[in-house]
Nanobody
Framework: QVQLVESGGGLVQPGGSLRLSCEAS????????MGWYRQGPGKQRELVAT???????NYADSVKGRFSISRDNAKKTVFLQMNSLKPEDTAVYYC??????????????WGQGTQVTVSS
């Protein structure tokens, strides 16, 4: 019933920008944390960025200074602003969220992924 839906992926030239969105829907009481992971071709899934309920952020070293994570609590949406994109940023990007769906009960959820391709 709870779903995370990503959008905003696509093809962009090196040095360009993309803004990914992930909207959570369903029976949600509150959001503990939301974040983004990515998996490039033949690579392991890696952390990109996380944002907790207190506003704390965490970024992979490879994206620091280029990517920014933010949220819209009213819309239950997390964003990933990606600037100065490089070919090595090419990957399927996955939204993840730790959600309370009832009092005292939380679980982790994943979106279906959205493709980001950085190429000329």
């Amino acid at each position: 019933q709870v779903q995370l839906v990503e959008s905003g992926g696509g093809l962009v030239q090196p040095g360009g920008s993309l803004r990914l969105s992930c909207e959570a829907s369903g029976t949600i009481i509150s959001i503990v944390a939301m974040g983004w992971y990515r998996q490039g071709p033949g690579k392991q899934r890696e952390l990109v960025a996380t944002l907790n309920s207190g506003g704390g952020t965490n970024y992979a070293d490879s994206v620091k200074g280029r990517f920014s994570i933010s949220r819209d609590n009213a819309k239950k949406t997390v964003f990933l602003q990606m600037n100065s994109l490089k070919p090595e940023d090419t990957a399927v990007y996955y939204c993840t969220s730790r959600l309370y769906t009832s009092v005292g009960k939380w679980d982790d959820y994943w979106g279906q992924g959205t493709q980001v391709t950085v190429s000329s």
